[in-house]
């Protein structure tokens, strides 16, 4: 069945406005999914291609939009930061929290919920601290580079089809990082994950708080509003939290 044409409820004025009144259009066909091309943008949004390709050019410049390998258009950095933003900071720390809760009532170790950040940077934004005497301990509001982080790689959008990445942590080779992606439609909101120290999680433990983070970050997902529909093709990333002036300093302790 063809995709039905957008109905417009009010008459677009010219010049600038009507240049927003385009953009925006074609940013809402992207986000609404199945990576469309140059000419079905223009199709649907009844514009003629030169048009929509200088309107993607510009969206694409400022990380509104971006280009899959095929050359398909879909949601970049900028415009799923801004829909974290508007899902709310506060408010996703308030959806996770129970579940943090429960992830330290599970293993005994430390569950964070993390966002993405500006410059390919990862921040802690809630913490539950784990219950043991040798554990890793606050690092919210700290900002880390994404590289060669297994939460970096899950807000990027490259969680494995198991649902959780688990891997032995680069920022602290000492310490284990099992990690699970809380989405919405269009991408990756956030990451909830357990950190703790590497001897105390086994290859067999990994895939046990796999299990119980993947399902703790579905669960906070499904508030979000995702669905096994839309699971399906969800791709990365969002929000740039606000960083306190001194960041605290974590570890194990």
């Known amino acids: 069945m063809a995709t039905p044409l957008p109905i ?7 010049g600038p406005t009507r240049t927003v009144d ?3 259009e074609l940013l809402g066909l992207v986000c609404e999914g199945n990576a469309p091309s140059l000419s079905e943008c223009a199709r649907r949004s009844r514009l003629p291609a030169s048009t929509a390709l200088r309107l993607l050019r510009t969206l694409e410049v400022r990380g509104f939009v971006r280009r899959d390998e095929h050359g398909s258009f879909i949601p970049g950095t900028r415009v799923l930061q801004v829909g974290a933003q508007a899902l709310s900071r506060s408010g996703l720390v308030r959806l996770s929290e129970p ?9 005994g170790e430390s569950a964070y919920l993390s966002m993405r ?3 390919d940077t ?10 043991r005497p040798v554990r890793h301990i606050s690092w919210v509001g700290r900002s880390v580079p ?7 790689a899950v807000l990027d959008g490259r969680t494995p089809p198991s649902g959780f990445l688990a891997e032995r942590d680069a920022q602290e080779p000492d310490v284990t990082a099992v990690v699970a992606p809380v989405v919405f439609r269009g991408g990756v909101a956030a990451a909830v994950s357990v950190l703790g120290p590497s001897y105390r999680i086994s290859a ?8 119980i983070v993947r399902a703790e970050a579905r669960l906070v ?26 960041a605290p300093q974590g570890g194990l302790r």
Not at 8 to 14: E, F, S
Not at 204 to 211: I, L, S
Not at 224 to 233: C, E, I, N, V
């Open 221 to 246: 997902s499904e508030q979000l509003g995702d669905t096994p529909a839309t699971r399906a093709g969800n791709a990365p990333r969002p929000d740039p939290a606000p960083q306190p002036d001194h």
């Open 99 to 107: 579940g943090l809760r429960r992830i330290v009532a599970a293993t």
């Open 22 to 24: 385009r953009a925006l």
């Open 117 to 119: 950040g500006p410059d």
């Open 122 to 131: 990862v921040v802690y934004v809630a913490v539950a601290e784990g219950t």
């Open 146 to 152: 994404m590289a060669g982080l297994a939460v970096g």
């Open 204 to 211: 067999e433990r990994m895939q046990e708080f796999g299990r």
């Open 8 to 14: 417009r409820t009010t008459a677009p004025a010219g």
